[in-house]
Structure formats: C-alpha cells, structure tokens
C-alpha cells in the first residue's frame, strides 16, 4: 500500500484558514469514510483531530474541521492560531484492513 | 483514564530482534479494541506496522509483514512487537496506540526511540 499524498507545507497568517489535502485512491480514502487526522507538535506523539472524515472528538476546538471529495479528504484549519503550527497526517482504513497513513503537512503561522 | 507506555531498548544491533512492550492502564486490552504500533523515523512521516485484536487476530503493513510479529498478553494486559533482521532503516521511534472502532488511533503512547546500529 502507498502512503496517501499530502502537500509538503503549508502557510497561513494568525485567523486565517487553510485546508491541507490528503489524495488516496477507491481502495482507500475514496472507498469508505474511515479518514482520520493526527496533529503532531514537535517531539510529541500524533493526536486524534478529526475522525470518520468530519468528527471532532471531545476536547478538540471546532476551528478544525473535515470534509471529503470522492478519492481526496481535507483539514480545514479556521482562525488559525500560533498553537496550531504542527505537523498533520491523515489517515484511512483500506480495502484490506489494513490503515496507510499521508506523507504528512507541516504548517506554519506566519 | 487510559494510558499507553512503551518499553524496550534503545539501541539494538543490526540484523537483531527488536522487542517492544506496550503497558496498558485505565481500559482492559480485553474489551473489543484493536492494538497497534505505529513507527516514526527521525525527520519523517508516520508508517502504520500492524495490529491485534484481544481475541489473538492480527493484521500487518504488507512491506514488513514477513519480520513482524504483534502479541497480546491479557494476564499483564499489555501487547507487543517483535520485528527481526533490524537495518538502519529500521531506526524510528515506534508509538503503541488504542485503535477505535477498527480504524481511528484515539490514545497513543509516549513513543520509544530505538537506534539500530553496532
């Protein structure tokens, strides 16, 4: 299985949104909606963000959000705010079982 | 509250056994969960290793399924990774997570760096 394809970085001033892509295939991202999203700040383990491609779980502030386009989901990140610089990974269940993570984002407040 | 913490060695020589352990706190690794360790190499993006449920069933990354094998022990109700014929590649901190409802990683533990290298 091939990790799913996210950009490299991403940017965005303090209030500004974003929205960081995550393209996998029909066997993947396309074919159930098992996506998931894991923010990462440096040196600390991934953190469960948004899970079945648009719920937040508990604890988790509604400026992030999910969403999902045939073979391609999306973070939105909403008044973004200093302490959302962090790496993002998505992540999907797969036609085997098996999970595949992305390649993962690194965003940056400016 | 639940809590993962991994255990194992820091350095391991190459073409060695990797022996990890993930201590399980505030659930039972009986109730109907999927375990599973997820590595990190330094500087690069997470790889999902594989799985195992309480009941024994396990599932694994077809990349390293022949060298990796994942247990659990109810009695110590934790789980483990064992992966063999180590290279440098193999180099990562490697994290135990909770899988919710077979497909969401929910808890996760502090992660454990292990350096293969002689």
């Known amino acids: 299985q091939s990790a799913l394809t996210q950009p490299a970085s991403v940017s965005g001033s303090p209030g500004q949104s974003i929205t960081i892509s995550c393209t996998g295939t029909s066997n993947d991202v396309g074919g159930y909606n098992y996506v998931s999203w894991y923010q990462q700040h440096a040196g600390e383990a991934p953190k469960l963000t948004i899970y079945?491609?648009?719920n937040r779980p508990s604890g988790v502030s509604n400026r992030f959000s999910g969403s999902k386009s045939g073979n391609t989901a999306s973070l939105t990140i909403s008044g973004l705010q200093a302490e959302d610089e962090a790496d993002y990974y998505c992540?999907?269940?797969?036609?085997?079982?098996?999970?595949?993570f992305g390649t993962g984002t690194k965003v940056t407040v400016l | 509250q639940v809590q993962l913490q991994e255990s194992g060695p820091g350095l391991v020589r190459p073409s060695g056994t990797l022996s990890l352990t993930c201590a399980v706190s505030?659930?039972?690794?009986?109730?109907?969960?999927?375990w599973s360790w997820v590595r990190q190499p330094p500087g690069k993006g997470l790889e999902w290793i594989g799985e195992v449920f309480h009941g024994g069933n396990t599932d694994y990354n077809p990349s390293l399924k022949s060298r990796v094998t994942i247990s659990v022990d109810k009695s110590n109700n934790q789980f483990s990774l064992r992966l063999t014929s180590l290279t440098a590649a193999d180099t990562a901190v490697y994290y135990c997570a909770r899988v919710q409802w077979a497909r969401n990683f929910d808890y996760w533990g502090q992660g454990n760096l292990v350096i293969v290298s002689s």
């Open positions: 505030g659930v039972s690794i009986s109730n109907h969960f999927w």
């Open positions: 079945d491609v648009n």
């Open positions: 992540s999907s269940y797969t036609s085997s079982g098996a999970k595949v």
